[in-house]
């Protein structure tokens, strides 16, 4: 589904809000397309800014290409000063806004992403573990700063996906995971362009395949505050996981695990808002409390 403008007050790149159609479209389907979301003003800042970035971030070990699988995440960090544009996303309304609307005003927000791929990625939900219960735990807004199509790594998504009792289905589908059955799974290919974001419910199937090695992403996550007992429990697993994966990621491509510290993100955020998603909230959910040396003993382990 495409969006259009909403009012005559409003212009392409600038919504901060979705119509009642695209809202339902989004609860029942757990995905959108958002053509034309950024405007061509913001996409010729975010091209000059990544590009400065990647130059920082690969001066002294480029980019690696060879990489067997996206599996090995790789990623170009954004900053105050390197991507001041680029990290101010989080906070503006046509991502804030869009994402409060749907699930509700007190939300986390994280930092930008950007990643670059290499090779297929594999179906999977942006949830893990074995106790998903809560089915409206957050979204995600993916920008691809390139022209891309089914065959060039376009996202894929199976619509309905994030929701019971077809997400826990999809788990104990045998062979979903496996990266040569993407194509054989029926999913839905989301072409997109320069200003095109697709946003969908993390608890929604996707997957890409035949992409370029080092084809971009820039990710936008929010969490919706919990509201129950078991909806704190799977935050707290899903910080867990953050860093989990953070460990993972850095092993994989030979470098030492990050030990993060609220000191730290206090340099990084912008805002009295920013601060209090990137330091109080993860204090809250046990973030700066992982330990790092006892999940590489327990990956070794394996």
């Known amino acids: 589904m495409n969006s259009a403008d909403s009012d005559g007050n409003t212009t392409i790149g600038q919504r901060s809000s979705l119509t009642e159609e695209e809202v339902t479209f989004f609860e029942t389907f757990g995905f959108l397309f958002l053509k034309q979301h950024f405007s061509a003003d913001e996409v010729e800042t975010i091209n000059a800014e990544l590009s400065h970035a ?8 480029p980019f690696d290409r060879s990489a067997d699988s996206s599996e090995r995440l790789q990623r170009v960090t954004p900053s105050r000063t390197s991507t001041p544009y680029i990290n101010s996303l989080p906070e503006r309304p ?3 806004g869009v994402a409060k609307q749907l699930f509700g005003e007190d939300l986390i927000g994280h930092e930008s992403e950007v990643n670059l791929f290499v090779g297929d990625s594999r179906w999977h939900p942006d949830r893990s573990g074995n106790d998903v219960k809560t089915h409206r735990f957050g979204c995600k807004f993916c920008y691809y700063p390139d022209v891309l199509d089914g065959e060039t790594g376009a996202l894929r998504v199976i619509p309905g996906s994030h929701l019971p009792p077809f997400f826990d289905a999809l788990r104990k589908m045998p062979g979903i995971s496996d990266p040569e059955n993407i194509r054989k799974f029926p999913g839905l290919v989301c072409p997109s362009n320069p200003g095109d974001v ?6 929604c199937w996707h997957a890409s395949c035949g992409g370029q090695p080092g084809r971009v992403q ?3 996550v929010y969490y ?19 860093r989990q994966m953070a460990v993972e990621v850095a092993l994989s491509n030979g470098k030492k695990p990050p030990v993060p510290t609220p000191e730290e993100f ?8 920013m601060t209090s ?3 109080d909230r993860r204090q809250e ?3 700066f409390e992982f330990d790092n040396e006892a999940y590489i003993k327990e990956l070794q382990a394996r």
Not at 56 to 61: F, N
């Open 266 to 273: 206090l340099s990084r955020g912008d805002s009295p808002l």
């Open 277 to 279: 998603w990137l330091v």
């Open 94 to 96: 046509h991502l804030h």
């Open 54 to 61: 990647k130059e920082l971030t690969y001066k002294d070990s």
């Open 285 to 287: 959910y046990g973030y």
């Open 224 to 242: 919706a505050a919990p509201k129950d007992a078991q909806h704190e429990k799977e935050m707290r697993f899903q910080y867990t996981r953050n």
């Open 198 to 203: 697709i946003l969908f419910n993390l608890n």
């Open 218 to 220: 820039f990710a936008f």
